[in-house]
């Protein structure tokens, strides 16, 4: 995703056996769909890296310098390509949790309502 009409994912690393079955759906990802994702993304560094008897994975760097790793054993061609587009649309910040699921700047004097609360 831009931020401010720039890009934040820097680079992805498609790692990869080729030898191993868990890597059946990355092998037909890069075969397909990968040169049709390099080229609607040039801003974008894509890197494949073999990496033998280990399972498959895609590695996103942000420029912020947080990074992600996504396992994508045993995964289709078009989840693949699925993961890889979330990682390209996200921000690379780190996921903040949040106090309470009710966020509010002037909480309610009376406290929340709840689907229990009786007239």
Not at 93 to 110: A, E, F, I, N, Y
């Amino acid at each position: 995703m831009a931020w401010k009409g720039i890009w934040q994912l820097k680079k992805l690393v498609v790692s990869y056996c080729d030898w191993g079955g868990s890597s059946r759906g990355i092998r037909a990802f890069m075969e397909s769909n990968l040169p049709a994702f390099k080229e609607s993304n040039p801003q974008l560094e894509v890197i494949t890296e073999l990496s033998r008897g280990q399972h498959p994975c895609l590695k996103a760097f942000y420029k912020n310098k947080n990074e992600r790793v996504v396992c994508v054993k045993n995964l289709a061609s078009e989840d693949v390509l699925l993961h890889a587009t979330r990682l390209r649309n996200a921000l690379g910040r780190k996921v903040k949790k949040l106090p309470t699921r009710h966020v509010t700047r002037h909480p309610s004097v009376q406290g929340t309502w709840t689907t229990g609360v009786r007239f």
